[in-house]
């Protein structure tokens, strides 16, 4: 009984070592273990069968998508979020300024400026395009909502 008591307490002293060893090494390199933990629990997000190929601003993630009707919210064919670390005047001007031929603005934002969000229209190919950019905190990635409904 003595042997399963030291042997007991070895194990917890070490198991207390390595809580706090790691617990140091989280503190000293937390970009590190925020970069590990983000992806753990990151699940891959794919776009629906049909959505439109539309032109993606580069770099940005895809974060979710809808392609049925929600209760209570205005229903559109898909939507779709990305999400990049740009800011909202940069990603919208993107959008706005885009070369491809199929790509046109019907309602450029109201604000070109606006640094919180702003929205716009376009109309690619057989496709009305509403576009949402927003920051909603300085900590937070720029959002791009995106909803698309046949013309």
């Given at each position: 009984?003595f ?6 307490r070895?194990?917890s002293?070490l198991l207390?070592?390595i809580?706090?060893?790691?617990t140091?090494?989280i ?10 933990f983000?992806?753990v ?12 190929d ?7 993630e895809?974060?979710?998508h809808?392609?049925?009707?929600m ?7 898909y939507?779709?979020t990305?999400?990049?670390n ?5 990603v ?6 885009s ?8 309602i450029?934002p109201f ?5 919180g969000?702003?929205e ?5 190919n ?15 990635p720029?959002?791009i909502y995106v ?5």
């Open positions: 009984m042997l399963f008591k030291k042997i007991g070895k194990i002293v207390l070592i809580l706090s060893v790691t140091l090494l503190i000293k390199y937390p970009q590190f273990f925020s970069k590990i983000k992806n629990n990151k699940q891959s997000v794919t776009l629906p069968e049909g959505f439109p539309l032109p993606v601003y580069p770099k940005a895809l974060s979710s809808y392609d049925e009707e209760e209570g919210e205005i229903e559109h064919k939507e779709a990305w999400e990049i740009e800011s909202v005047p940069v919208m001007d993107w959008f706005t300024n070369k491809n031929n199929n790509w046109k603005v019907i450029p604000d070109p400026g606006a640094t969000a702003q716009a229209v376009f109309e690619y057989e496709w009305n395009i509403y576009i949402v950019v927003q920051k909603r905190d300085i900590s937070d720029t959002y909803s698309v409904d046949p013309k």
